[in-house]
Nanobody, 125 residues
Protein backbone atom coordinates (compact mmCIF):
# COMPACT_ATOMS: atom_id res chain seq x y z
CA UNK A 1 0.00 0.00 0.00
CA UNK A 2 1.08 3.53 -0.79
CA UNK A 3 -0.20 6.58 1.03
CA UNK A 4 0.16 10.01 -0.55
CA UNK A 5 -0.21 13.36 1.19
CA UNK A 6 -0.22 16.65 -0.72
CA UNK A 7 0.71 20.01 0.74
CA UNK A 8 1.59 23.52 -0.37
CA UNK A 9 -1.71 24.73 -1.76
CA UNK A 10 -3.19 28.10 -0.95
CA UNK A 11 -4.46 31.40 -2.26
CA UNK A 12 -2.28 33.34 -4.68
CA UNK A 13 -2.79 36.26 -7.06
CA UNK A 14 -2.58 35.81 -10.80
CA UNK A 15 1.03 35.79 -11.92
CA UNK A 16 2.25 34.35 -8.64
CA UNK A 17 3.85 31.02 -7.82
CA UNK A 18 3.25 28.02 -5.60
CA UNK A 19 5.15 24.80 -5.05
CA UNK A 20 3.16 21.70 -4.20
CA UNK A 21 4.65 18.68 -2.48
CA UNK A 22 3.45 15.10 -2.29
CA UNK A 23 4.97 12.86 0.35
CA UNK A 24 4.69 9.10 -0.13
CA UNK A 25 4.85 6.33 2.41
CA UNK A 26 6.61 3.03 1.91
CA UNK A 27 10.03 1.91 0.72
CA UNK A 28 9.38 1.49 -3.01
CA UNK A 29 8.76 5.08 -4.10
CA UNK A 30 11.32 4.88 -6.91
CA UNK A 31 9.32 2.06 -8.49
CA UNK A 32 6.34 4.32 -9.20
CA UNK A 33 5.55 6.75 -11.95
CA UNK A 34 4.19 9.87 -10.27
CA UNK A 35 1.60 12.22 -11.68
CA UNK A 36 -0.31 15.37 -10.83
CA UNK A 37 -3.98 15.88 -11.68
CA UNK A 38 -6.39 18.69 -10.90
CA UNK A 39 -10.14 19.08 -10.61
CA UNK A 40 -12.02 22.36 -10.81
CA UNK A 41 -15.61 22.69 -9.57
CA UNK A 42 -18.05 21.07 -11.97
CA UNK A 43 -15.28 19.62 -14.16
CA UNK A 44 -13.64 16.24 -14.53
CA UNK A 45 -10.30 15.48 -12.96
CA UNK A 46 -7.68 16.24 -15.60
CA UNK A 47 -4.07 15.31 -16.16
CA UNK A 48 -1.47 17.97 -15.38
CA UNK A 49 2.00 16.38 -15.33
CA UNK A 50 3.83 13.08 -15.04
CA UNK A 51 7.40 12.11 -14.20
CA UNK A 52 9.23 8.85 -14.79
CA UNK A 53 10.56 6.63 -12.04
CA UNK A 54 14.08 8.02 -12.18
CA UNK A 55 12.96 11.58 -12.81
CA UNK A 56 14.71 11.67 -16.17
CA UNK A 57 11.53 12.21 -18.22
CA UNK A 58 8.43 14.34 -17.78
CA UNK A 59 5.36 15.41 -19.70
CA UNK A 60 2.71 18.10 -19.27
CA UNK A 61 -0.71 19.01 -20.50
CA UNK A 62 -0.57 21.84 -23.04
CA UNK A 63 -2.20 24.42 -20.80
CA UNK A 64 0.65 24.32 -18.24
CA UNK A 65 3.68 23.81 -20.49
CA UNK A 66 6.33 26.42 -19.81
CA UNK A 67 4.76 27.38 -16.49
CA UNK A 68 4.75 24.21 -14.38
CA UNK A 69 7.64 21.87 -13.56
CA UNK A 70 7.31 18.42 -12.04
CA UNK A 71 10.26 16.93 -10.15
CA UNK A 72 10.95 14.18 -7.64
CA UNK A 73 13.42 13.32 -4.93
CA UNK A 74 13.44 9.57 -4.50
CA UNK A 75 15.64 9.79 -1.41
CA UNK A 76 12.87 11.80 0.25
CA UNK A 77 9.93 9.88 -1.23
CA UNK A 78 8.55 13.17 -2.50
CA UNK A 79 7.26 14.55 -5.78
CA UNK A 80 6.86 18.28 -6.43
CA UNK A 81 4.95 20.57 -8.73
CA UNK A 82 6.42 24.04 -9.16
CA UNK A 83 3.72 26.34 -10.53
CA UNK A 84 4.71 29.73 -11.94
CA UNK A 85 2.77 32.46 -13.73
CA UNK A 86 -0.45 31.17 -12.24
CA UNK A 87 -3.76 32.01 -13.89
CA UNK A 88 -7.30 32.01 -12.48
CA UNK A 89 -8.06 29.01 -14.67
CA UNK A 90 -5.46 27.04 -12.69
CA UNK A 91 -7.80 27.14 -9.69
CA UNK A 92 -8.57 23.56 -8.68
CA UNK A 93 -7.93 20.84 -6.16
CA UNK A 94 -4.59 19.29 -7.09
CA UNK A 95 -3.99 15.58 -6.55
CA UNK A 96 -0.86 13.49 -6.76
CA UNK A 97 -1.04 9.89 -7.92
CA UNK A 98 1.21 6.84 -8.19
CA UNK A 99 1.24 4.04 -10.77
CA UNK A 100 3.52 1.12 -11.52
CA UNK A 101 1.89 -0.85 -14.33
CA UNK A 102 4.54 -0.36 -17.03
CA UNK A 103 5.87 2.62 -18.95
CA UNK A 104 6.14 6.15 -17.65
CA UNK A 105 3.85 8.08 -20.00
CA UNK A 106 0.68 7.83 -17.92
CA UNK A 107 -1.89 10.54 -18.58
CA UNK A 108 -5.21 8.87 -17.69
CA UNK A 109 -6.76 8.58 -14.25
CA UNK A 110 -7.32 4.87 -14.77
CA UNK A 111 -3.57 4.24 -15.11
CA UNK A 112 -2.90 5.20 -11.49
CA UNK A 113 -3.48 3.04 -8.43
CA UNK A 114 -2.95 5.41 -5.51
CA UNK A 115 -4.20 8.93 -4.90
CA UNK A 116 -3.71 11.63 -2.32
CA UNK A 117 -6.53 13.61 -0.73
CA UNK A 118 -5.75 16.76 -2.68
CA UNK A 119 -4.73 20.31 -1.89
CA UNK A 120 -6.66 23.42 -2.89
CA UNK A 121 -5.04 25.98 -5.18
CA UNK A 122 -6.95 29.22 -5.68
CA UNK A 123 -5.70 31.90 -8.07
CA UNK A 124 -7.40 35.28 -7.82
CA UNK A 125 -7.53 37.89 -10.56
Amino acid sequence: QVQLVESGGGLVQAGGSLKLSCAASGRTFSGYVMGWFRQAPGKEREFVAVISRSGSSAAYTDSVKGRFTISRDNAKNTVYLQMNSLKPEDTAVYYCAAGNRGGWFLTARTQYDYWGQGTQVTVSS
